[in-house]
């Protein structure tokens, strides 16, 4: 492995001080209008609702735009499974349309855990159904429904020509496709236990995910069939590849690959090369091999992105002691070589860890930090920081 050397951390926090109790940010995109989306949660508190906002980096300012459960018709306080999350299910279309859908596993008002196979028929405690909005980026509502019932959405990409939307459905790990101009689902059928935490797209809106064994599945965007690619993503050698998902994956510059994470024990960084049906593993994502099985925060890896320098930035957890905190990473994919610049701090403490990342027009980069109260943003100016010249667009949460 190679030597890494930690450099101190210049970043900037953008804080969603507007929702102090709000503990995680699970989806975050980079809009066509220059603005970033993000969809704040609550994680650990029962009764709570999602929001969209925005953060505008030329005026530097945060909107709030949507209260997901409010905007659904199914207020946080009822009682039943909450609204609180959306998880990798916050989407724009080339129009600026904005899709966000709302994720399972919320506690009701009272309660600070909540399990939906334990809740699936409860009178009062069941969850209503992943609920979907479209709005306009300053959140005037265009529609909403309750359209999977009993359950939430796990992580969506959209296919903007076609007019659709792939997901996973959670817990019962359905992939479907939701049709925008019919507003109807077809469910294509479980494709395991273990949700993947991604759909990624390519070009032509083929839709790509994992089943439980890390197996690459491709939904073909003109017949709206699975198929198994013969491709698994990486996994540690002490593993067989069980509960090997993906975490993150980011389209590479030019489109015709993308790079990603696995979750979780023993994360791995891959390219994956949409024509060739290929997969190059690059290795630990960052930090010693693991021999063996260890706490899931010691093993962790996303906010996957792209530069303005062509290089490749994510954020790991890297074990010390008995602690685990996130490094931001730099790779340049043409040698593999790793650099660590350092601790993601907020106030001198580390923050918990990251879920996804962003560039701007000009150029900065931006992660977006679960487990801490109140939730925020991390931006970050590469030294060679400019205009955006990366022409793919991440169209998935």
Known sequence: MQKVFVMVLNLKSIVFEGLPEHDTCWSL???????????????????????????????????????????LGVPADNGQGAHSKVHYCLMQDNDGTLYAATHATGAPLGDWIWRPWNCWTHPQKQFSGSGIAAFHPDGELIFTEIFL??????????????????????????????????????????????????????REENAYTTD????????????????????????????????????????????????????????????????ENRLHDYGKA????????DHIIHSHAGGVVFGPDGLLY??????????????????NPATEKRENLGVIRYRGA????????????????????????????????????GEMKIKARRLWG
């Open 149 to 202: 019932p009993n359950e939430g959405s796990r992580c969506m990409a959209l296919a903007p020509a076609r007019k659709k939307i792939y997901g996973i459905s959670y817990p019962r790990n359905h992939f479907f496709i939701y049709d925008l101009k019919k507003r109807e689902v077809r469910d294509l059928g479980r494709i395991g236990s273990i949700n993947p935490q991604c759909i990624f797209t390519d």
């Open 286 to 293: 960052c930090g010693e091999e693991n021999g063996e099985w």
């Open 212 to 275: 439980d064994f890390g197996k690459i599945l491709k939904c073909h965007a003109d017949t709206e069939e699975l198929s198994d690619t013969g491709v698994q993503i990486p996994h540690a050698g002490f593993r067989n590849g069980y509960h090997n998902t993906l975490y993150d994956v980011t389209p590479a510059p030019d489109g015709g690959s993308v790079y990603g994470v696995t979750w979780a024990w023993g994360e791995r960084l891959f390219r994956y090369d949409f024509k």
């Open 29 to 71: 995109i980079s809009g066509v209008d220059g603005k970033l989306y993000i969809g704040v949660c609550g994680e650990m508190t029962g009764g709570m609702s999602a929001y969209v906002a925005s953060y505008d980096p030329a005026a530097d300012r945060i909107e709030y735009l949507i209260e997901m459960a409010s905007a």
């Open 350 to 385: 580390p923050a918990d860890h990251i879920s996804r990342a962003v560039t701007d027009a000009a150029g900065n980069l931006y992660f977006a930090e679960t487990g801490n109260t109140p939730t925020k943003l991390f931006r970050y100016t590469p030294e060679t920081a």
């Open 314 to 331: 994510f954020v790991a957890n890297v074990k010390s002691g008995d602690k685990s905190v996130p490094h931001l990473i730099r790779m």
